[in-house]
């Protein structure tokens, strides 16, 4: 009697029975999202991100900005150089004299992304250019999938990110690539 019940009900009530079908398959979705990023970064990156530290203090990005900004004037890039925290906060925002101003924003994401994602964003732009699942960072706010953003690291730590942005994504990564290296160095 119950079985006939429930299919009488599912034959008169058809919307309830799509509605609650579609609130199990977003229910779904975001449980693959969150686990994807937070307990399956190793699977989706082939690598377990670094913990965070303390973020980044001014004179440290100053470092960073300077050492980036030296790479692209050696090559005489114009481009916007971001630096956040380990929280992503903005902390130095440098511009170039000629850099198209589109590339303030666009370089403050790259950083962000590298920072809250724990990874430098040419992982993201390597996934999505693979397709398959990789298409699936398209969903994911935030993701940054263009070269040129690199988390800093200290001491095994990441202290905050540097973002890139006004010539190829391959050399907004050169600069950033010498500006993260600039606390390495003793």
Known sequence: MEGLLKTEFQ?????????KTRAMKRTLHLTILITTFTLG???????????YGAPIKLDQAKKV???AEAEARKNSWDVVIAIVDSGGHLVLMHRLDNTQFGSVEVA???AWSAAAFRRPTKAFQEALAAGGEGLRLLKVEGAAPVEGGLPIVVDGRIIGAIGVSGVTSQQD???AKAGAEAL???
């Open 11 to 19: 034959a008169h009530h058809p919307e309830k029975l799509m509605n």
């Open 41 to 51: 970064p190793s699977i989706l990156f082939g690598q377990t991100p670094l913990p």
């Open 65 to 67: 900005a300077a050492a």
């Open 108 to 110: 403050r994401q790259k």
């Open 173 to 175: 990564a050169q600069i």
């Open 184 to 186: 390495k160095q003793p």
